[in-house]
């Protein structure tokens, strides 16, 4: 049953000389074999276990990595037909790093294609499941990642957050999932969607496992020209403090967006935070309404560029029977794109185009503008700023699949961390009327993780759902 | 009616760093196809680009040398198109926000300076390059993501001569500069330019055309002499001139049309969000411009203030840097200022065009060229002598007194032998004496002769002159 439990727990017992890492690499690979026809969490899994012979805090326990990061020699799909076959030729930074502290990897997990999406659904290889309820979405596009973790099909994973591709699939799965500042971590070799609102962060069943991975990943690259020369914290060490006397803005505004079991949730969250002894305010983030609209400009915009390279010339899908180069860009293209990446692509084409430009792509800048402004100035009151991750709980596969606006709206609370370039986690604060999880995020000032672990872990000693993950 | 051309130019300088703009391949020109790549030129999904420093350093030097605005802040734009040896599907180019913006270049026409104001000059990763043969058209990536510099002129210049000498200004200075070789043919210096025509006196721009494709100084010249007729007969037929891209066909020596501004291409040029915004700080070029050497043109004048040069000469001196060191360099060692420029114009550029050689690859030391100079003016050895240790410098590389004394040329200036030859050779030729008696005084050139042949030219000609003078009179 080691496939349970946590990094941290895992880490002791390999210490303690209870488990070797081969035994818990083993019983991964059982729990994947046993569940994952059904949840579809991965797109590939090392069936070998390759021992990594670097002494370092991971101590050879597996991590499980979104199939939009290279592991040199292994496959990085993005879930998309246009990568099916496409074999990573270096390492990201982000596993450079894990493999530097002994870490090994036992397979790459389903994401919406190339991160556009909020379900999963949009992944060439079929949808991922949500393992607390089959026939709901796991959230997206980290979907696979966040079932693996709270089926204990991963001891713990990497994901990435364009819109909340981390905290939203983490709050529907009923785990931990953190987007850290942009330029905390390194981009280097994760596939870009949207290069300015882009990171990798941890999918973690508690919010120690989380502090672990940032400790490793964090850090200044000279391969990304945005990633931050910001020291890098101990993260642990905000675990288990008192917080009373923090800091709190309460988001409340967006309640009246909630359905009912995320707002009552949300209000015994705050109960929480007041019985440890923190201020609790309203806060107001007036540009934040915006935020969904600013986001589908941006985001499109340089997803069109970012995937540009996609054309069958050099590696990847290329469509047959074309008749002359132009032919051969546009079968391949609209052969080896699905219909979201295409809308998207179309829509960030529209945007940046020489008329349009002006109207659109750089009135969306100021807007992010604003948006950030609202934070910088919430952040002078506040220590961190609370609201729901989402709307609402899971929702049913294919609720959603026709009605992208409907779909864009799962991601209404996450986004505006994304635009202002701050760090924000989701961690478990409810259980649906349904029997779904749901997710409290907790957003900090840039670079400020420190304030989002002292938070998280508190709130988590009071409440967590680690007991009712779907692990049987 | 009388027409005036309208050109401006946009040139772009691929820049000498050792390692391309964004990763560290090699730059090196002429290795195997798709050796010198990496995932980064190669457009791997989940690269990014990381900014080499010394294109940066290259930029302010020129903007330094041509006295533009050196922006503080500016910034990388993607510019978006499909094309097989264009890896990302976009070219990592500057837009809203160059690093030089103003300046000028200035060009000699008309036996004065001229100033060719520009409006910018930004920096960005050169495409690879496609090669069609046979059935297939082949990429090769080697010189994707090779720096680049493209300078835009103002629409100034009104004749092809003036192209061409903007051209050869550029060249020089960034030769002058040590950012770009300036070689045209080999493509390490492009050009296109934008012409059109209106009549004289007008104000207003007429409909341009762009023109691509030319190879050499020259053929932009050709180019544009082509399209100024067509333009002008153009517009004398009632014709109006279409906004179009021309390419110049070398061999038919004319301009055909390639693609009309309706199927132009549509960039969507935005911002780089993969590279942060470029500042620049007063420290960083304040660094920089130690770096930047006297100019061309303020070398010329120096050489004439200084060295009492004629213009003409010194603007050859001064053509390529590595050529006014080495005559600054023979003056280490002579100050006879103008014999020493004498001897690297006619003699030394002689022998290198002869040999299609450069002043840096060649065996004969500056130092040397002093030297020899030296030794005409204390008389030790004749001009004509000179010549021919000149030649021997120049081949071998020797100082020229050891070829003088290995080859025993030192000039005769003993008068006393120079008279006792004299008195033989007159009293071997009556015939001769007798005719310079009667008026031939041109029969002394005979005499000389003589004597020269006898020394192997190595008699000071002045003295023999002298004395034979003296003694035919007698
Ligand atoms: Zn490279």
């Not at chain 2, 003409?312 to 103008?338: P, V």
Request: charged fraction near 25%.
């Amino acid at each position: 049953m080691l496939y349970k439990e946590t990094l941290h727990k895992l880490i002791e017992l390999t210490d303690k000389k209870e488990v070797t890492p081969k035994e818990i690499y083993d019983s991964l690979l059982k729990r994947i074999k046993q569940k994952d026809g059904k949840i579809n969490a991965y797109v590939s899994v090392f069936e070998e276990f390759a021992p990594n012979d670097k002494t370092g805090i991971l101590r050879n326990i597996p991590i499980t990595i979104k199939d939009n990061m290279h592991i040199k020699g292994k496959k990085t799909t993005c879930s998309s037909k246009i990568l099916e076959n496409y074999t990573a030729v270096f390492d990201a930074t982000v596993i450079e790093k894990l493999k530097s502290e002994g870490g090994v990897f036992i397979g790459k997990t389903n994401l919406d294609e190339f991160a556009m999406g909020s379900s999963t659904e949009t992944s060439y290889f079929g949808t991922t499941h949500n393992p607390w309820d089959l026939t709901k979405i796991p959230g997206g596009s980290s979907g696979g990642s966040a079932a693996a973790v709270a089926s204990g099909e991963a001891i713990c994973a990497l994901g990435s957050d364009t819109g909340g591709s981390i905290r939203q699939p983490a709050a529907l799965c009923g785990v931990v999932g953190l987007k850290p500042t942009y330029g905390r971590v390194s981009r280097y070799g994760l596939v870009a969607f949207a290069s300015s609102l882009d990171q990798i962060g941890p999918i973690t069943k508690d919010v120690e496992d989380a502090a672990i991975l940032m400790n490793i990943i964090s850090g200044k690259d000279p391969k990304d020209s945005t990633s931050a020369d910001v020291a890098v914290d101990d993260f642990t060490k905000y675990l288990n403090t008192d917080i009373s006397g923090m800091k709190i803005g309460v988001y409340d505004k967006v309640l009246q967006d909630c359905s009912s079991d995320v707002a009552k949730s949300m209000e015994e969250s705050v109960d929480i935070f007041k019985r440890l002894g923190c201020e609790l305010e309203s806060v107001d983030l007036p540009n934040s309404k915006y935020a969904v609209s600013d986001y589908y400009i941006i985001a499109p915009a340089e997803a069109s560029s970012n995937l540009e390279r996609y054309d069958g010339v050099k590696y990847g899908f290329r469509a047959d029977n074309y008749e002359n180069l132009k032919d051969m860009y546009i079968k391949t293209r609209s052969q080896g794109f699905g219909t979201e990446v295409k809308r998207r692509i179309m829509l960030g084409t529209y945007v940046l185009s020489s008329g349009y430009y002006d109207a659109y792509y750089l009135k969306a800048q100021k807007l992010r503008g604003l948006i950030k402004q609202d934070f910088d100035k919430a952040f002078e009151r506040f220590d961190v700023i609370i609201a729901p991750t989402t709307p609402t709980e899971a929702f049913g596969i294919g609720e959603k699949a026709n009605n992208p606006l409907q779909m864009y709206l799962s991601d209404i609370f996450t986004i505006p961390a994304s635009l202002a370039a701050i760090p924000a986690i989701s961690i478990p604060n409810g259980i649906s009327k349904n029997s779904l999880p749901l997710g409290l995020q907790i957003m900090a000032n840039v670079f400020r993780e420190d304030n989002i672990f002292k938070c998280a872990s508190a709130f988590e000693k009071e409440f967590n759902i680690i007991k009712n993950l779907p692990l049987d | 009616m009388e027409y005036e051309p309208v050109i401006g130019l946009e040139v772009h300088i691929q820049l000498l760093t050792k390692t391309k703009i964004f990763c560290s391949c090699s730059t090196d020109f002429g290795a195997s196809p798709n050796t010198h790549v990496c995932p980064v030129c190669l457009g791997m999904p989940g690269v990014l680009p990381v900014l080499n420093k010394q294109v940066v350093e290259y930029a302010i030097k020129l903007g330094v040398a041509l006295n533009c605005k050196i922006n503080r802040f500016s910034r990388f734009a993607r510019k978006n198109y499909f094309y097989p040896d264009l890896p990302k599907g976009y070219q990592i180019s500057q837009y809203e926000l160059p690093i030089l913006e103003g300046g000028f270049v200035e060009i000699y026409t008309d036996g004065e300076f001229k100033k060719i104001a520009l409006e910018r000059i930004h920096m960005e990763e050169d495409a690879g390059k496609t090669i069609h043969k046979g059935d297939g058209s082949y990429v090769d990536l080697n010189r994707a993501g090779v720096p680049l510099l493209e300078m835009v002129s103002m629409p100034v210049m009104h004749t092809p001569q003036e192209a061409g000498e903007y051209l050869r200004s550029i060249r020089k200075i960034v030769r002058y500069l040590g950012i770009c070789d300036g070689n045209m043919e080999e493509g390490s210096m492009r050009c296109d330019a934008n012409i059109s025509v209106r009549p004289k006196g007008e104000t207003k721009l007429g409909t341009k055309a762009e023109l691509k494709n030319m190879n050499s100084f020259k053929h932009v010249e050709k180019a544009l002499e082509y399209e100024i007729e067509r333009q002008i007969t153009a517009v004398e037929n009632g014709e109006k001139i279409v906004q179009e891209t021309r390419l110049w066909d070398e061999k038919a020596g004319i301009t055909k049309s390639m693609r009309s501004k309706e199927e132009a291409f549509e960039y969507r040029y935005f911002p780089d969000p993969d590279l942060v915004p470029l500042l620049i700080d007063d420290e960083w070029i304040e660094d920089v411009k130690k770096d930047v050497p006297e100019l061309p043109k303020e070398r010329l004048e120096r050489f004439m203030r200084d060295y009492s040069l004629k213009f003409d000469d010194a603007r050859i001196l001064t053509d390529e840097k590595q050529l006014a060191d080495f005559f600054e360099e023979a003056l280490s060692s002579s100050n006879n200022h103008k014999a020493v420029a004498n001897w690297i114009l006619s003699e030394l550029l002689g022998y290198l065009n002869k040999d299609n050689k450069s002043v840096t690859d060649i065996l004969i030391k500056p130092q040397d060229i002093g030297e020899l100079v030296g030794l005409i003016d204390s008389n030790t050895i004749s001009g004509k002598i000179a010549k021919a240790v000149f030649k021997d410098m120049y081949e071998t590389g020797k100082p020229p007194k050891k070829i003088i004394d290995e080859k025993g040329l030192v000039q005769i200036t003993d008068t006393k032998l120079i008279e006792d030859l004299a008195d033989k050779i007159i009293a071997s030729n009556p015939k001769a004496v007798s005719q310079y008696k009667a008026g031939k005084k041109n029969t002394i050139g005979f005499f000389v002769g003589q004597i020269m042949k006898e020394t192997k030219g190595k008699a000071n000609p002045k003295i023999v002159n002298e004395i034979l003078s003296k003694k035919l009179e007698e």
